[in-house]
């Protein structure tokens, strides 16, 4: 599971359409996903599975300190994080989908895949044409995704339970569904003097994806078992 730091209120809603500034994050998250599969199929066999940790953990990091200086980051820097996080994120993931892959699975992969596209796609176009404002729900969301992975490292540490794993997946696919339907309105009713990268925003949704494709794959490969 991955940090998403979504979602803090960008600006008061814009009058402008921002349509073309949309089709411009969206060629982004393009570039995130093109990035992503690149460190997973290219990069990932390469590196050591001891390493994979400590990727985990500088990333986590890096989103957390991005979070807070968001407004002032140099658009090249930007650009960059864009691009780099998702390969590395790419990297982290191949351990998984190679034993998926190499244990003839790989159609949990697929479902997981396919699930992904239709949540987010749905939740996307939810968000884009509704009038229902959720943004007082980002506090309470923040702390429930907090609690979630207090509450998973906790399992992977001590409990070990497969059935939490399984509650902590369903809930990030929820959390992440629900920030993607706020992450799209935020991004129709921007503000046009918003000084946030078009990459930012990109990176964000690239956030929601990730967490949701990784936690299906999660949620398919214990009922599978």
């Known amino acids: 599971m991955t940090y998403s730091y979504s979602n803090l209120n ?4 814009a009058v402008n359409n921002n349509s073309a500034f949309y089709q411009k994050v ?5 570039a995130a996903m093109g990035a992503a599969a690149f460190g997973s199929l290219f990069i990932g ?5 001891a390493l994979m940790l400590p990727l985990y953990v500088v990333v986590f990091i890096a989103l957390i300190v991005a979070s807070f200086s968001r407004r002032t980051l ?3 820097f930007s650009n960059v994080f864009a691009i780099a996080v998702p390969a590395l994120l790419g990297i982290i993931l191949y351990p998984t989908l190679n034993y998926y892959l190499s244990s003839g699975m790989g159609n949990i992969v697929s479902m997981a895949a396919m699930g992904t596209v239709v949540i987010f796609g749905g939740m996307a176009v939810l968000g884009w044409v509704s009038q229902v404002n959720l943004n007082r729900w980002m506090p309470k969301l923040f ?23 399984l509650l902590i997946s369903m809930a990030v696919v929820v959390i ?8 799209i309105q935020m991004l129709r009713d921007r503000n046009p003097h ?4 078009a990459s930012f925003y990109a990176l964000n949704l ?15 490969g214990i009922l599978r078992n």
Request: no cysteine.
């Open 74 to 76: 140099n658009p090249t």
């Open 206 to 220: 690239f956030l929601n994806i990730y967490n949701i494709f990784v936690n299906l794959l999660n949620i398919l």
């Open 45 to 49: 066999p390469l590196v050591p599975p």
């Open 26 to 30: 969206m060629v982004w998250v393009t």
């Open 143 to 165: 702390f429930i995704l907090l609690g979630v992975i207090v509450l998973s490292i906790l399992n992977i540490l001590f409990f070990k339970l497969t059935l939490i794993s």
């Open 176 to 183: 992440m569904a629900i920030y993607t339907f706020i992450d």
């Open 10 to 13: 960008y600006g008061e809603p």
């Open 194 to 197: 918003d000084n946030i990268p």
